[in-house]
């Protein structure tokens, strides 16, 4: 990321990007056991550039062969553009893939893949967002740190500042952030309760079966790998679901 962008993104108070992190392989197996769905031979990769510069779309690519690849998100950067060119059948939309349009310019895929990003998502909440893409989709690969602090979804800056606090990590813009929910973060366009440079929601396992149920999706492939970063309250958890 350049100076500029960086000081942008400070400006606009979104969190900085770190160094480039490395893959994570419990997502590389996600899209491996998508791929292994007859069905899948294309990608969405919904939010795939912060600290990976899509890195999860390039292995669907590389290591899959996808026919056909997608990548949507808000703010993509200069090294991703520059290894795009290398594979003419990627497409990059630099636009909310919350925005009622986004499935239908997305159209029909294999695989949606959606990772760290769901617990994002307000206005529209997580939920619609599934709903959304289920009529375009085959499959989805979903990674999501998973609430198990009590037994139903909740709505993270609900709790209060404090408990929100001692439930997220720890991250620049969370200074003062209960007394801007109301103020309009100007680069998305919606109050700081509504965006997605903050946690939003935990989300429950058994929240994320049954509404993936209630849109005709069971669980192909399904992993927990503990405690995320070693956060009390949230569980590192994979799935894949696919029409069932
Ligand atoms: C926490 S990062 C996850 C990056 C990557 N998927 C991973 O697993 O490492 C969230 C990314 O999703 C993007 N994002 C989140 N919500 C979005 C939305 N509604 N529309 C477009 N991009 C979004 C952010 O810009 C950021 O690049």
């Known amino acids: 990321m350049s100076l500029l962008q960086s000081l942008k993104r400070r400006l606009a108070g979104s969190a900085p990007a770190p160094e480039r992190r490395p893959l994570v392989p419990f997502k590389l197996e996600a899209i491996d056991a998508a791929f292994a769905l007859p069905a899948v031979r294309s990608v969405a990769d919904l939010g795939g550039v912060w600290a990976v510069d899509a890195g999860y779309t390039f292995y669907a ?113 969370l200074e003062g952030l209960y007394d801007r929910l109301d103020e309009v973060k100007p680069d998305r366009g919606k109050p700081w309760r509504d965006v997605h440079d903050v946690w939003q929601w935990g989300i429950t396992d058994a929240e994320l079966r049954a509404r993936m149920a209630d849109l005709g999706f069971t669980a192909a492939w399904a992993e927990r790998r503990g405690r995320w970063r070693g956060l009390a309250d949230f569980e590192d958890c994979a799935y894949v679901f696919h029409r069932a």
Do not use: C, K
């Not at 899959?64 to 990059?92: C, K, M, S, W, Y």
């Not at 989709?137 to 602090?149: G, L, T, V």
């Open 61 to 173: 690519l590389e290591r899959h062969g996808a026919e056909r690849a997608v990548l949507v998100d808000d703010d993509i950067t200069p090294p991703v553009r520059e290894r795009a060119r290398n594979f003419g059948q990627l497409e990059l939309l630099e636009q909310d893939f919350g925005l009622e349009r986004t499935p239908a310019d997305v159209g029909p895929i294999g695989v949606v893949l959606l990772f760290d990003v769901l617990l994002h998502q307000v206005d529209p909440d997580w939920d619609t967002i599934l709903r959304r893409y289920a009529p375009h989709a085959q499959a989805f690969a979903i990674a999501n740190p998973m609430w198990d602090a009590s037994p139903g979804t909740v709505r993270l800056l609900d709790l209060g500042e404090e408990r929100y606090r001692s439930a997220v990590p720890p991250q620049d813009n």
